[in-house]
């Protein structure tokens, strides 16, 4: 059987879950999970991710979003998609020097682990192709001039227009413009190194070192403008020593970005993120 | 608005999930929590937990029970009962001479973080009869012979019949029978100092440290009548070093211990845990 | 035989680790434990601290000191102190309304846990007197009056001076001011409730719920004029989730903060933290 | 100048630490690391780990060696040897069809994480050839005959023995036996995919999947001839939910696993393990 993922979310009020449930019964679907969230149960906003199984998805789908039209949207004021499982997210993958997060992206995509497709992988440096190639994925070396960084994101965006669902940026050191967020029209996510909101921006290990903090972490959230400020997707923290040198934290942070950034990268790719202004709703 | 429960389990089939909100709405209920799983989308079991807010619960209790049993019991074979939030679970707790367990329930109950009564507190020693008075909470001395443990058991019966929904074992050091846990009729958690199935039956911080373990654990589970052998529902561990004696695992595992008793029995009272089997479907 | 912690800070040279442990032996002492640690092999800050056993401590110490003098402070530039592990410090707990950090402190002393004298509870509110009484620990009341903090303070010093060795604040909701912490002349260690340095400041549970992190934390430090900037000494997190409101978080946070918080209190107890300028070593 | 780890084991004595540290000091070193633990003060075993850095170690080795083999050897009965950080340990990975420990080994390697020299990796299968080749270590191939095991061992030990100081079963998926074990003459470290002792032999995560575990671990062991017996060097554990199915606590599992033997290989590599008796000493 098909297996399809609805995405829902709007205002709050009675009776959704009844209404979708109906709906997709009526629709001969068998629903294998549903999980719904509400920031406040009183005029708050509302989230739900149901997955159905469903044979013969592709012909009863026009007839399924004829009805979801007609009760969700219009009925309750709803916002709804729907999402094959088969449909797999593609993806570009954004890296500059380091290797850590790009290659456990693509390890773990190789064994099977992440959902989705690695359309390319785009690079402002040529030292990762000879790394990329065994595993068959187009590498774009787009150098970036600071004078004129607008060159290299027409370029990005040429690349990417119609071609991806995600872009990752796995410890990609270059700024992100508005304007490159607003005309790639799809989610960016990015890893940063450290439990944010502690130690904002640039040297964050140097920081952590100084700081004399006993545990560091890493953060995946959506790119917004305001750098650092975009809703967190996943964190996670490791602990360090007195005597770890700001490299020691460096390397132990490396092993907590990758994983962050994975989850993270699976979650969105299983439509398990939903964005609530600035903040995230994850069903897992 | 009352705030109700409802839980159901049986077979899984298609078409629970919009029998349920349907007969949830058809009774002006609103639904604001529903998680369900299922052991396998083919022929598995299902399990569903459903939070509800419906005004006047009591005088549509009737009505919803009739239609429950109609459509889930007779038309779909499944078993539901409703549990309205407001209604605590009555727990009697069991110690020994440890009162880290015992102290921290009552301390979380008393700063509110369970919900529940706390009726009564059964030891086979007078020890700690001392720091429950604070409480104010009857603490029943209840020796044991081991000659003729069932005189215990008896006198335990009589105090717990008809006056508790739960008995939690916190390190209570005497055997439960089999013939005692058919009696009560209530679930009984038991909180094991270890990581099950590591270091069954007793002395597990000994064997630990004999077996050079980097971890201890605790363990809470439902008792059954195969010694540390019931269905698990919650665990936790902690780093532990060479250098750490024996006494020093059974200190830091105190504190896990109490934890992961407190979070067991904050699920169980909030019908949270659903026994499948010799395993547990938790939801949060 | 009297076990004895010997404390070394100074600028490293070679040859310190050679000095204390040729003195020792001359002096008839066994070592049990040794950790050292410098903050940079060239030219670094150096620390250490040994655990030793000497029958007869109290007749060898005069010798014993005069040696240390000579070689270590005369000869070597260091900083030397011997504390007997016999002789616990003498607490004072200041507390306001929230009993989660105090109970535990003391629940865990009157277990052995914590190798310290608690002398007295200090608090802004009558309280929490009544949950302190079963402990048999003074509780001094001392209200709070904002328009003249100093008055307060005044009874604070006249009460601990002299007195204790360490004040550990445990939810304590009020300034302390650059003067008090003068005065009082001995370490302060204050329990904050996030994971320093990220929300920095008052509410920061709220702050957490609406940055949507998905770890909260506790940070124990030593208090410094600087607030919220002090050296650091333990740190923890737990996980949370989207649906967990601030009160849910604050909730959790108390768990972290308890256990944070007594473990730094510990490791001070027990000589295990050095302060590194605005960081600190800790010996575990 | 020359950094150089001195290792220490033996009975407990008085005088040992002041022994070594003076003997240091006489032949112009200085100590910049040093770790000890006796398992008993009274009558227990001891070890130590010191780092020292000394110009012109080479010139001095001989003489630091006699009086070595004088005062520690002779003197107080004492096992020592002398390991130059500069002079990495030479290590054989094992490998079957699984590539993530092996991978992840390399990578780390290649990153210079881990202060090794790969010599080789072999495998009963060839399915990981390709993988292993970017990195520029000699992959052997060497398939086992289940009827004549000791073919394929005596071919191990051809490439083996005088090549290497270490042997890592990263997942290596046949039996060692003892006359192997015995013949290597260095120390093999395999990972264990559970969290010993618990499901302890074959299919451990059927089996936690079974008995229902909220927490899945891995291990990293010195192998001895009794399977899932030798002495335990690392442990680490992940949370799992009742809905992963077998196959979700494999892949949860290897992330695990990786990280594990990582730290493990790491450890031993930089002599931070000493093995007592059936368990370990771990100077971090």
Redesign the interface.
């Known amino acids: 059987a098909d297996s399809v993922r609805l995405l829902i979310s709007g205002e709050d009020r009675?009776?959704i879950?009844?209404a979708v449930?109906?709906l997709?019964?009526e629709a001969g679907a068998?629903?294998?999970?549903?999980?719904?969230?509400?920031t406040d149960?009183e005029g708050g906003r509302f989230y739900q991710r149901t997955v159905f199984?469903l044979d013969g998805f592709s012909a009863a789908r026009p007839e399924l979003e004829r009805k979801l039209d007609e009760r969700l949207a219009t009925g309750l004021g709803l916002t709804w998609s729907l999402r094959p499982v088969a449909q797999l997210k593609r993806v570009a993958i954004f890296a500059s020097k380091s290797?850590?997060c790009l290659?456990d992206l693509l390890?773990r995509h190789r064994?099977g682990?992440l959902p989705m497709t690695v359309s390319m992988v785009i690079s402002n440096h040529a030292d990762l192709a000879?790394?990329v190639r065994?595993f068959n994925i187009p590498y774009f070396y787009v150098p970036v001039d600071k004078s004129d960084r607008q060159a290299a994101e027409r370029r990005h965006l040429e690349l990417l227009r119609g071609n991806v669902d995600l872009v990752v940026l796995a410890r990609y050191m270059q700024i992100i413009t508005g304007d490159f967020l607003r005309e790639v029209e799809v989610p960016v996510i990015n890893i940063h190194h450290s439990?944010?909101?502690?130690?904002i921006g640039a040297g964050p290990y140097a920081k952590a070192k100084?700081?004399?903090?006993?545990?560091i972490?890493a953060t995946a959230h959506y790119v917004t403008e305001d750098l650092d400020e975009g809703?967190?997707?996943?964190?996670?923290?490791v602990r360090v020593?007195?005597?770890d040198t700001a490299a020691d934290l460096q390397?132990r942070g490396a092993?907590v970005e990758r994983?962050v950034l994975a989850r993270a990268v699976e979650w969105h790719c299983e439509d398990r993120v939903a964005r609530?202004g600035?903040?995230?709703?994850?069903f897992?």
């Open positions: 009675p009776g879950v009844a449930s109906t997709l019964q068998n629903i294998s999970s549903l999980d719904q969230y509400s149960p199984h290797d850590h290659l390890w064994r682990e000879e790394e065994p439990f944010l909101p502690a130690f100084q700081r004399g903090v006993k545990l972490g809703p967190i997707i996943e964190q996670d923290v020593k007195h005597s390397r092993d994983q609530d600035n903040t995230t709703v994850i897992l």
